[in-house]
Nanobody, 116 residues
Framework: QVQLVESGGGLVQAGGSLRLSCAASGSIFSINVMGWFRQAPGKERELVATIPSGGSPHYADSVKGRFTISGDNAKNRVYLQMNSLKPEDTAVYYC??????????WGQGTQVTVSS
């Protein structure tokens, strides 16, 4: 079982920046994928960005060039730097963790609201 705790959400004006953090604890295997998903009201949860341990990040087309995901394997943390935020980025952002052959773990979610 892996526990995830997110922080860093909030209210920001369009064009602003926020940085999300996620700390993982529990049964963590060295081979894993961490990342961020988001869910806006009335919409399905969607991938924002993921980063595998020792690998390259993957981004949704909608955030490429604006968001940057990074990981600290030593501290079991993952970060999402969000720049040039748009109102359509408003959503609850969820941290994600998975190791091969094991169920995915999710954080409790952190609200990001971008005003126009």
């Amino acid at each position: 079982q892996v526990q995830l705790v997110e922080s860093g959400g909030g209210l920001v004006q369009a064009g602003g920046s926020l940085r999300l953090s996620c700390a993982a604890s529990g049964s963590i295997f060295s081979i894993n994928v961490m990342g961020w998903f988001r869910q806006a009201p009335g919409k399905e949860r969607e991938l924002v960005a993921t980063i595998p341990s020792g690998g390259s990040p993957h981004y949704a087309d909608s955030v490429k060039g604006r968001f940057t995901i990074s990981g600290d394997n030593a501290k079991n943390r993952v970060y999402l730097q969000m720049n040039s935020l748009k109102p359509e980025d408003t959503a609850v952002y969820y941290c994600y963790f998975q190791s091969p052959g094991r169920p995915a773990s999710w954080g409790q979610g952190t609200q990001v609201t971008v005003s126009s």
